[in-house]
């Protein structure tokens, strides 16, 4: 127990990387640079974004237009089992939260976003998750949803 009473937050374990967000001048350029060295399904495109596809992961190309400020895009996104733990700890250890997400940054400033492996795509199999320390978790109706259209459905139990 610590002095106030309380003790120790609760932790969440990292699971893996949800996505990366990388920034460039040029959508076009970028797809096109990309496209010459990787053989990728574009997953979704927008004025100011795409998203390569890397199975149920993915990586955001996202135009740089900075004027010198803060970095506000890139960041990379960790995928947790327990969201509400990460809250906490970060909450206990003063962090900068960024933004309506749970986003927050390191004493360095890099951004991370926390992601709850029950409501994305990205999948590991359950021996996996086990030998991680990690039980089954359900995914979200809209997960198994655009896991089933991306033709990656998990398992019924």
């Not at 996202?62 to 004027?67: A, P």
């Not at 509400?84 to 927050?104: K, M, P």
């Amino acid at each position: 127990m610590d002095d106030s009473g309380k003790g120790a937050p609760r932790k969440a374990r990292v699971l893996g990387i949800n996505h990366v967000v990388l920034e460039v001048g040029d959508l076009d350029e970028a797809l096109d640079f990309y496209g010459a060295i990787f053989d990728f399904t574009l997953r979704g495109r927008g004025d100011h974004n795409a998203f390569i596809g890397m199975g149920d992961q993915f990586i955001q190309l996202t135009i740089n237009k900075r004027d010198g400020g803060p970095d506000t895009k890139r960041h990379f996104g960790l995928v947790v089992d327990d969201r509400d733990g990460v809250a906490e700890a970060l909450e206990a250890a003063g962090a900068e939260r960024v933004g309506e997400r749970l986003n927050f940054r390191d004493p360095w400033g890099n951004r991370i976003e926390v992601v709850s492996y029950a409501g994305i795509q990205f999948t590991k199999a359950d021996h996996v998750l086990k030998g991680m320390g990690v039980g089954r978790i359900e995914k979200t109706d809209e997960a198994v949803k655009e896991l089933s259209e991306a033709g990656m459905a998990p398992p019924k139990a």
